[in-house]
């Protein structure tokens, strides 16, 4: 968490020191996370809404750009640390294992400091809205540049959807391969569906890693 | 940089902490589940009114960010208090299943199962 450099280079620090104490722990069920970005206003917290089982919850969480390497690229004084609020809900998978949604903070000004979110996330959906993508690249520019598997969701206006995906993905130049998914955010079914695509995509690419 | 606002929002919180501004432990994220200790241990710490309202809301495990929601708090703040009451044997802590790299199979099937569920 702040300030801990076993942190910032993808490597979870978590249960390290409490292993004692983790084997003591009995029902407590696994919990994973999938990250849902984009630009300010995207809907990212209408989609964590839509699928959660709880009505979506916020918190406050500290991030730090510590040892990031943005000094260089801004000009900003040692590492900086900002407190953002975080949405997220919950989709309990079973008795032993539980997937929270956590929505990004969508200021553009905060997207270095995502590190610490981004820390043992499955995935991340990064949601676009067609009126205005530009919003989403600091998103996607994230999730590519440190190799965390993604998809985009388009998120159509009252559900409208102007463009195919393969506009979506010319206009964006995105990365080949990338799934770009036409989405309703606020429809239950529709959210599901892109985070399946998600996950079908880390499955995929789990047999591909197991296969060579 | 991010205004005064959030500074001025976490100077009452702090004071929870007895002034400390980092956990010493970085093992709570978001996603940490803690459980409170059943029964607590004989040798009872202090506990201030917030530490109680924290181990009331984990006597079922609950994951740190829905504890720190539920209690109006910053995650930092509460993460400071989870480590004095994992000091004091109060709380067990259950890591988040570990992702880096290419997570196991079994675990994406059930989560795309569960899913699919919905």
């Not at chain 1, 510590?66 to 809900?89: N, P, R, S």
């Not at chain 2, 500074?7 to 002034?19: N, S, W």
């Not at chain 2, 459980?35 to 495990?61: F, M, N, Y």
Request: glycine residues 10%; hydrophobic residues 40%; charged residues 20%.
């Amino acid at each position: 968490m702040a300030g801990s450099d076993a942190t910032v280079n993808g490597t979870p620090a978590q249960g390290t020191s409490v292993q004692g104490a983790a084997a003591r722990e009995t029902s407590a069920p696994d919990t994973v996370k999938i990250l849902i970005a984009g630009g300010f206003g995207v809907g990212k917290t209408t989609m964590v809404g839509s699928v959660s089982e709880i009505v979506p919850l916020r918190t406050e969480e500290r991030l730090t750009s510590a040892g990031l390497g943005v000094d260089d690229l801004h000009g900003i004084a040692e590492k900086q640390a900002t407190t953002v609020a975080l949405d997220f809900g919950r989709i309990t998978i079973g008795r032993d294992l539980v997937l929270y949604l956590f929505g990004t903070p969508g200021q553009q000004r905060f997207w270095f400091m995502w590190n610490d979110l981004a820390i043992g996330a499955l995935g991340a959906v990064v949601l676009i809205d067609v009126r205005r993508p530009k919003s989403s690249f600091a998103a996607i520019d994230f999730f590519e540049r440190r190799g965390i598997p993604f998809v985009i969701g388009v998120n159509g206006f009252h559900g409208q959807h102007p463009y195919t995906p393969e506009e979506i993905r010319d206009a964006l130049a995105l990365p080949e391969g990338t799934q770009v998914l036409l989405c309703d955010a606020r429809e239950r079914e529709s959210s599901r569906d892109v985070l399946i695509a998600l996950l079908d995509q880390l499955i995929a690419a789990s047999a591909k890693a197991s296969a060579s | 940089m991010s205004g005064g606002d959030a500074a001025g929002r976490l100077v009452r919180p702090f004071t929870l902490t007895g002034g400390r501004t980092r956990p010493d432990r970085s093992d709570f994220s978001l996603i940490t589940t803690v459980s409170a200790v059943d029964p607590p241990p004989a040798w009872g710490v202090r506990t201030q009114p917030e530490h109680a309202r924290i181990l009331r809301l984990c006597e079922k495990p609950i994951a740190v960010a829905e504890l720190a929601a539920h209690l109006d708090l910053p995650m930092s703040v509460v993460t400071i208090m989870l480590c004095d009451l994992l000091a004091a044997d109060r709380i067990t802590v259950h890591p988040p299943r570990p992702v880096s790299g290419t997570p196991d199979m079994d675990l994406l099937q059930k989560v795309r199962d569960g899913l699919g569920r919905l």
